[in-house]
């Protein structure tokens, strides 16, 4: 069974940058798209971006200029970088994973628990 | 302003049958397949439909979802207490190289 876990600060200052990592277990994090997804507090879910095992890569044009995806195959990790946040970037972060093919394809099927993140001085 | 429109609020009362919408366009639901999520208080979204109508192992069959064009609904059968929860439904966008959710549905069993 796939899980997922969230893990990095859950304290931000505004301006500076909000960095979380994903850690997949149960499965190998390659043949699967792998995403971030947030939830600001009382709030519906917004989609950040994505990133295939090879490095490929989608943003959110919202957040393009912002964000950066990055995958470490060797440690079966993907990492979200956030970069001069500001309080409206509080929100429940999760990770996500994504079939390619078949027809669960384009499906984010598996979650992390979620992480919140406050943004605040 | 979420992408896909759904009603704010849903309620029902139990055993009885409750459904709740989903509208999206021509680039995201018209063209791909829908999700719907079951989020409890605290937690992770939890798949409960793929690919408009499939249903992930363990999801009771008293869960069913339907698209038509660029609209799509998710039905719940025997209403249950612990089904009080809320409810996206999510598309590909081919316009966005990505996922986008409607506003979320909250579902009261009164």
């Known amino acids: 069974q796939v899980q997922l876990q969230e893990s990095g600060p859950g304290l931000v200052k505004p301006s500076e940058t909000l960095s979380l990592t994903c850690t997949v277990s149960?499965?190998?994090?390659?043949?699967?798209?792998w995403g971030w997804v947030r939830q600001p507090p009382g709030k519906g879910l917004e989609y950040i971006g994505y990133?295939?095992?090879?490095?490929?890569?989608s943003y959110n044009p919202s957040l393009k200029s912002r964000v950066t995806i990055s995958v470490d195959t060797s440690k079966n990790q993907f990492s979200l970088n956030l970069r001069s946040v500001i309080a409206a970037d509080t929100a429940v972060y999760f990770c996500?994973?994504?079939?390619?093919?078949?027809?669960?394809?384009?499906?984010?099927?598996?979650w992390g628990q979620g992480i919140l993140v406050t943004v605040s001085s | 302003q979420s992408v896909l429109t759904q009603p704010p609020s849903a309620s029902g009362t139990p055993g009885q049958r409750v459904t709740i919408s989903c509208s999206g366009s021509?680039?995201?639901?018209?063209?791909?397949?829908v999700n719907w999520y079951q989020q409890l208080p605290g937690t992770a979204p939890k798949l409960l439909i793929y690919s408009n109508n499939q249903r992930p192992s363990g999801v009771p069959d008293r869960f069913s979802g339907s698209k038509s064009g660029t609209s799509a609904s998710l039905a719940i059968s025997g209403l249950q207490s612990e089904d009080e929860a809320d409810y996206y439904c999510?598309?590909?966008?081919?316009?966005?190289?990505?996922?986008?959710f409607g506003g979320g549905t909250k579902l009261t069993v009164l």
């Open positions: 149960g499965d190998s994090i390659s043949t699967y798209y």
């Open positions: 999510a598309a590909w966008d081919d316009s966005l190289s990505g996922w986008v």
């Open positions: 021509s680039s995201n639901i018209g063209r791909n397949t």
């Open positions: 990133i295939y095992y090879t490095g490929s890569t």
């Open positions: 996500a994973r994504s079939p390619t093919g078949g027809p669960g394809a384009r499906t984010l099927d598996y």
